[in-house]
């Protein structure tokens, strides 16, 4: 019987931490966003569905996507950002569920990191879902320190989001990143021995 684990968090609350660690213990993690960048390179699906609806402007001179072009053209434009949201997910959500078939005929246990888990209604995929959470005011300093942006810009970035805070009510289990690393893969740890102890019983 395979388990699947869903994970998702927010901008800067550490989700990347725990996957990598997953990873080093031989777990497979599909991640989302990496699935995204995949399926934006020049002949693939959503490079294709992108150039067929915005024209060839978006396309640079090397072939690749135009990224900073394409997030104004759908941020300034609700429209677009409609059209983006059900064109773009539904392609994404199709490649998904593929690799979570695959995954499931090889792995007893896996994980799918998708950033916007309870937003695109993923929930139903998983046998639990994982939220990295991390305090308002902690994740702000946290941005900030890592992408080098003013307090606005981050305040800015993670108004775009739903609140993490939101999605406490939604996960099965909470991983507090508030603390320092160790801490956070110390709990990371125990979830996974209570669902080996869970297998056994």
């Keep these: 019987m395979e388990k699947i684990i869903g994970i998702t968090g927010g901008i800067a609350s550490g989700k990347s931490t725990v996957t990598n660690f997953l990873r080093k213990q031989g777990f497979q993690v599909v991640d989302a966003d990496a699935l995204v960048h995949q399926l934006q390179k020049p002949g693939d699906r959503l490079f294709e569905a992108l150039v067929q609806h915005f024209g060839q402007k978006v396309i640079l001179e090397s072939g690749e996507l135009n990224r900073p072009l394409l997030a104004s053209l759908i941020f300034s434009n609700p429209e677009e950002r409609e059209w983006s949201k059900m064109i773009q997910g539904e392609i994404i959500r199709e490649e998904l569920a593929n690799l979570r078939d695959q995954l499931a005929q090889t792995e007893e246990i896996f994980f799918m990191d998708i950033p916007l888990l309870f937003e695109q209604d993923y ?55 508030n603390g320092n690393q160790s801490q956070l893969l110390n709990q990371v740890h125990i979830l996974l021995e209570r669902g080996q102890q869970d297998d056994r019983d």
């Design 123 to 177: 929930s139903a995929w998983f046998d639990e879902t994982w939220l990295v959470y991390v305090d308002r005011d902690v994740q702000v300093k946290r941005l900030m320190k890592r992408d080098h942006l003013s307090k606005d810009e981050a305040e800015s970035r993670l108004t775009a989001q739903w609140p993490l805070e939101k999605k406490k009510d939604l996960a099965s289990h909470i991983l507090d990143n």
